[in-house]
T-cell receptor
Framework: NAGVTQTPKFRILKIGQSMTLQCTQD?????MYWYRQDPGMGLKLIYY???????DKGEVPNGYNVSRSTTEDFPLRLELAAPSQTSVYFC????????????FGPGTRLTVT | GENVEQHPSTLSVQEGDSAVIKCTYS??????FPWYKQELGKGPQLIID?????GEKKDQRIAVTLNKTAKHFSLHITETQPEDSAVYFC??????????FGAGTRLTVKP
């Protein structure tokens, strides 16, 4: 199993540009999450999904959008990038019920200039 | 919502010594307390977790204790090794979608 994979690893965006961060998991987990990690801070939940077609906001959703058309994929869309979105983004997944262990991808480092 | 505080932010120990990281949480309803280890350039990885019906859990050199009354829990690493050097995060949650993380502790184990 590859676990949770994320692309790209690094990206530099100009202010106002848009991009999609990709996330795929091969563990057949129903729950998937997007977090951002700022320097010296813990992870903050942006959006989560409890299954295909179902998404909901987390603690810091402004400026982001998500979709979940399949169990495996959970892309995060940034529209009109702003410097405040410079961060490391982690995708994670877990089994249903719980709470249980969350499995994290390797992260995407995004810089907005 | 839940608020998790973690101390210290940095910790340096000699190889073979013990390391202790402490966290407090605010929501008495939280019932799941995981600890994650994050190595440079990687995503966090679970190293141990504890649920509110248990006071202590141990896995080889790693142990976690939970005091529900005081709303704090701690990670204990004994006989530290250089490969234990990493950033450690505590977290608290009631459900899968409300996990709150501490700010992290950077542990350095000096050979």
């Amino acid at each position: 199993n590859a676990g949770v994979t994320q692309t790209p690893k690094f990206r530099i965006l100009k202010i106002g540009q848009s991009m999609t961060l990709q996330c795929t998991q091969d563990m057949n987990h129903n729950y998937m999450y997007w977090y951002r990690q700022d320097p010296g801070m813990g992870l903050k939940l942006i959006y989560y999904s409890v299954g295909a077609g179902i998404t909901d906001k987390g603690e810091v959703p402004n400026g982001y959008n998500v979709s979940r058309s399949t169990t495996e994929d959970f892309p995060l869309r940034l529209e009109l990038a702003a410097p405040s979105q410079t961060s490391v983004y982690f995708c994670a997944s877990s089994v249903s019920g719980g709470p249980y262990e969350q499995y994290f991808g390797p992260g995407t480092r995004l810089t907005v200039t | 919502g839940e608020n998790v505080e973690q101390h210290p932010s940095t910790l340096s120990v000699q190889e073979g010594d013990s390391a202790v990281i402490k966290c407090t949480y605010s929501d008495s309803a939280s019932n799941y307390f995981p600890w994650y280890k994050q190595e440079l350039g990687k995503g966090p990885q679970l190293i141990i977790d504890i649920r509110s019906n248990v006071g202590e859990k141990k896995d080889q050199r790693i142990a976690v204790t939970l005091n529900k009354t005081a709303k704090h829990f701690s990670l204990h690493i004994t006989e530290t090794q250089p490969e234990d050097s990493a950033v450690y995060f505590c977290a608290a949650s009631l459900n899968n979608n409300d996990m709150r993380f501490g700010a992290g502790t950077r542990l350095t184990v000096k050979p």
